[in-house]
């Protein structure tokens, strides 16, 4: 068998193996402005059957490109998977919502059924969301698991924009009897504030299915942190809730506290960063104590517990067989 044959015939192989099954352009560093110059990917697209998941990670995509490649994916009925993480670096802002439109309305036309939505670090503020927003509210969104868009820029804006499309998107998928159950959600450094994070809070509450939270970094003080406390007790399913470099203070630590009582699968704690201060610190520790059997690790460092409110917390973890971590590193 020539060289090629057998080239040709491992890429066929690789593009048919079970579980996903993904074209990945993921780092090339492609320049991707026009139709011409990504004739390419369309035709791989095209001619790949059974297409799951794409990945254009590391390169950056114009407003043409993205029309291209999305009339290629309008008839990609098994697509789930979107990588498309650092996908438009060097655009402008105004191109990336048309960009996003039209992807996400091929996708809507495919019928595809989507699991992981990732369009993480890529600056497109407010009105990016806007441009996932039909997108989040279809049909194709209704098995959406992961959700990942860390460090876009939302604000307040578009975290309010989000929240109400992952509302919508329960409450109609909920009456077609099968409810969005979406289980990781990433979103740190995009500057929600109070006003995003308890708007997203609503939203977690109502879909009751996280099992992940990740918001590191986003500007919440403690009325934003108490919605999100109030939120987390009703994800019983939840094993990671990462809000590290966010404003907690006594008022917001507590309430967590409270919270965490509710729950039992919790392995990941990390509220590094947080000024939990001391008596946030001992209700978090209590809660620890009392509950959260499989706990693996906790962060409560550089939040400005004093000695003594350390040692409570030490003391409240010594009999957890599972912690493999405990940071209580700084002032």
Known sequence: MASEDVAQLANSLAKTQVGEVELSYKG???????AQ??????????AFQGLQALRLEGNTVGVEAAKAIAKALENKGDFQCCYWSDMFTGRLRSEIPPSLISLG?????????????????NAFGPDGVKGIEALLKS????????????????????????????????????AQGAPLQLKVFIAGRNRLENEGATALAHAFQLMGSLEEIHMPQNGINHPGVTALATAVQHNLQLRVINLNDNTFTKKGAIAMAQSLRHLRNVQVINFGDCLVRSEGAAAIAEAVKVGLPILKELNLSFGEITEEAALVVA?????????EKLDLNGK
């Open 28 to 34: 090339r560093g492609l320049k991707l402005d026009n």
């Open 37 to 46: 110059s990504v004739e390419e990917l369309v035709q791989e697209i095209e």
């Open 105 to 121: 309305s091929a996708l809507i036309t495919a019928g595809a059924r989507l699991r992981v939505l990732d369009l993480s670090d």
């Open 139 to 174: 049909t194709t969104c209704h098995t959406l698991q992961e959700l990942r868009l860390n460090n876009c820029g939302m604000g307040i804006g578009g975290g309010k924009i989000l929240a109400a499309a992952l509302t919508e998107c329960h409450k109609q998928s909920s």
């Open 315 to 323: 003391h409240a973890v010594q009999d957890k067989a599972h912690l």
